[in-house]
Each structure stands twice: as C-alpha cells, then as structure tokens.
C-alpha cells in the first residue's frame, strides 16, 4: 500500500488523498510458463512483486521469463528516433523482491520462462476510490 500512495500523486499529477481497495493473487511460473498480452480492466494501478525470480535469463533465452511493457499507440514505433523506447517494448528482468508498478490500462505480457527453479510472484489490482486533489 505504501508504493500506492506513492505512485498515484505522480499519476494525477500532485498530491491527492484516495481510498484504494488492493486484490492480489500468486502466480507459480514453471518451465514453459508464459502470459499472453493483456491489461487489468477496472482498477487503476496493478503492481508485481517478485518473491523469487527463478532462474535468470541467459545467452541462449536472454527473453526467459522477462515482462514485456507495450506502447498501446498504434504505429508510435514508426516515428521512433534511433535509441527511443517509443513505440518499442521494455522489457524488466525479474529479480527477487523487485517490485513493479505499472498503470492498468499498460498493455504487458511475460515472455516464456525457460527455467528450472519455480519463479513465484505476486500480483496486484488496486482500486482506487474517492480521489481528492489537496
């Protein structure tokens, strides 16, 4: 709750007072373990911590595992500058106790896992009510 109150005055641009309403789930990923692209409907911020990152990514699958943010603009790639992460993916390598907050409507997926140790995580919906800039 504490990474909530934090992100959401950068979110609306200043301080606020809210109310938040936090559902949460594990999620065990195993060898072959993947999550096709996808938003969080209904709710505003939706964080992912790491318990445990698993086995890392290598030089034979450097994408194992890793969680891929997507640009929602159609075709903002087509105007990207050399070195700009418009239009392109970001990808996050998981690592143990590693958070991660994203906005809800972010498109993201987690690329196949290619691992041996479980990778364990936790996953976040947090609702956010009665917003009041102060």
């Known amino acids: 709750m504490g990474a909530i109150k934090i992100v959401v005055p950068l979110m609306v641009g200043g301080s606020c007072e809210f109310q938040a309403r936090l559902a949460a789930w594990a ?3 195993r060898g072959g373990a993947y999550n096709k692209r996808h938003t ?3 709710c505003q911020v939706s964080p992912v911590y790491y318990v445990e990152a698993g086995t890392p990514p290598n030089e034979d699958v450097p994408e194992s595992g890793t969680s891929e943010f997507l640009d929602p603009r159609s075709h903002a790639e087509m105007s990207a500058l050399p070195g700009e992460t418009v ?3 970001i990808a996050i390598n998981p690592l143990s106790g590693r958070m991660v907050l994203l906005p809800s ?4 997926q987690v690329n196949p896992y290619h691992g041996d140790a ?4 936790v996953s976040f919906n947090a609702h956010i009510s009665n917003l009041q800039r102060i």
């Not at 479980?118 to 995580?121: A, G, L």
């Open 105 to 108: 409507w972010l498109y993201h």
């Open 87 to 89: 239009g392109r993916p």
């Open 27 to 29: 999620n065990v990923s």
């Open 118 to 121: 479980e990778r364990i995580s």
């Open 40 to 42: 969080h409907p209904s």
